[in-house]
């Protein structure tokens, strides 16, 4: 397979951008007064906005011929289709099968993937039901309250982030908690206020193997033993979601208290799956069904609409110019809508996790960057905070700036303050403000001429930071299962472009072993040997300082 390094449109690309270099979007703006109806795509549930990026139309003809030479079409049926696209561990990628909602037949290996979605979707409406309604009893016949769902990563962070971002669309049948850290402070605070009696715990692990969530597991079964009296408590409090039904009977939880997933989905595309049910009990399962919907709506979007017109593949083109031609190395997400708080740390795993690599599909170097750092915050907190850096380091980081024609909580006068800092940012950012201007206001202001030379260059702006603006219609169950999957679509084409393998995650196994070797050296007399001399160091001083604190 070709190197994409020696594709005319890559090096094509690499001229260009030295070219767009010297270019300032202000110029670009001014000379096109249609560029916003060029570089928009509007959806049925958000428009987005790729205007104030350093592009031309040339600039997109390229990109788009970059992404039919790595035959993105092709490879986006072949996602769809079941094909054993995570080569490494020659497995299908089939998250989007898991929100089909027009139920179309798919087979893997003999199977019917269709039906075994269906049958645990009818479990979760069922179960779910059960316990909002008040016929899911504990141990002491009274209705649960209160849900702990104890996992991490992609079993944690799907579920919380919508969780949090629906929370105005709960009835408060039950109070939804997690428990990601194994740090005891967390799971302790979670439990303390909790009624055993009232109390369902779901661990949610994929291979059921993770540490951090079966020490949280078990730390939850000692606490829940403790108050009842009785192990056979457990199977009334205690269900799993994973693919090993194996290790989650061997950790003692019922049978039929076990959600299945699969395979062929990743950990961090996992809330579409039963991972999901903390949402289905919290908000109800027509609402869980509703973001799948979204998601299938965008699924569709992604898999008909022309390269030139599709939301995921602009995002996705738009990152490699940013990153690989032009340099970026970050990339900020910047919700100004509360209900998002969590999306920056959701996409952080979604995209580093999937393209946070340095081989190709064919284990050999990667000669380009792949993928920004993401980061981000809710964007008036960063306003006060981290925006200055946006706006005058020296550092360029893209950013795409979400938000909400409506709020899903009008407050009065709010939204427009909100809306207004979120219109002016992307603007900002965009025009900046040259010496020649900021000297003219300040003359307007009567400054002397002293001060005006001293702050002049201080409040220089040189503009030209690339964003694109993401404006959902309000956060419904439906738009935010659309947003979430623009983005994993988006990943997944920046993985084609740039050879990498999105659907393994072999960089955090490393130190998942190393961690298990330590944990035995701090727990035993065993000498921190094996190390070099600065984790031995580390090591050596903790024992001693925890045998002098013991
Ligand atoms: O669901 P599991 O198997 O507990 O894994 C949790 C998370 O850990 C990871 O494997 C990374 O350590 C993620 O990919 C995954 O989402």
Redesign the pocket.
Known sequence: MTARTSLASWQALHAHARQMKQQHMNDLFAADARRFDKFSIQLPSLLLDYSKNLITEQTMQQLLALAQDCDISGWREKMFTGEAINRTENRAVLHTPLRNRSKTPLELDGENITLQVEQTLAKMKNFSDKVRQGHWKGYSDKRITDVVNI?????NLGPQTVTEALKQYSDNSLNVHYVSNVDGAQIAEVLRPLNPEKVLFIV???????TE?MTNAATAVKWLVSASFDEQAVAKHFIAVTASRDNAKAFGIAAENIFDMWDWV???F?LWSAIGLPVALDLGFKQFIELLEGAHEMDRHFRQAPLADNAPVMLALLSIWNCTFLGAQSQAILPYDQSLHMLSAYLQ?AEM?SNGKSVTWHGEPVSYPTVPSIWGELGINGQHAFYQYLHQSNNIVPADFIGSVESITPVRGHHETLMANFFAQTQALMSGVDEAQVRADLATKDRQQDYIDKVAPHKVHKGNRPTNTILMERITPKTLGSLIALYEHKIFVQGIILQICSFD?WG?ELG?GLASKIQHQLETDETAAGHDSSTAGLISYYKKMTSKAG
């Not at 996992?151 to 079993?155: K, N, P």
């Not at 949610?204 to 993770?210: A, D, L, M, V």
């Open positions: 996992g991490v990563g992609g079993s949610s692990s994929k291979t059921f193997t993770t969530t990743g950990g961090r996992s795993q996790e995650q955090v998942k």
